[in-house]
């Protein structure tokens, strides 16, 4: 089987395992990616934040790249960061950026 079909009890576990199993392979070729996606995946959802937008910057590339290694294509980026988004190709986006108002509550 090279596919996880969702809805099966062990589909959870299998989707983690294999993305933790492709960190550790590719750790020394994108350790800031392996990094988040050991930490930051739950299911097929991948959620993180940086310090600066300049880690943030280099981040979703590396990711890319480290899911291509494992034939997974990462997409659906979003940040509230102009300059984050913009290194991040059109095809991968979800949108071209989120943009808050600082009036809202």
Do not use: W
């Not at 993305?19 to 990616?33: F, G, K, N, S, T």
């Not at 590339?61 to 291509?68: A, E, M, R, T």
């Amino acid at each position: 089987m090279t596919r996880i079909p969702f809805g099966l009890p062990c589909s959870s576990y299998l989707n983690i395992r294999t993305v933790r199993q492709l960190a550790a392979d590719e750790c020394v070729r994108y350790p800031d990616a392996a990094a988040v996606a050991e930490r930051d995946l739950y299911m097929d959802d991948l959620v993180s934040s940086c310090l600066t937008e300049q880690d943030a910057a280099l981040l979703p590339n590396q990711l890319i790249k480290l899911f291509n290694a494992g034939g997974f294509d990462l997409i659906k980026f979003s940040s509230n960061s102009a300059q984050v988004i913009s290194g991040v190709p059109h095809t991968h986006r979800v949108s071209d950026n989120v943009e808050f108002d600082a009036n809202d509550k």
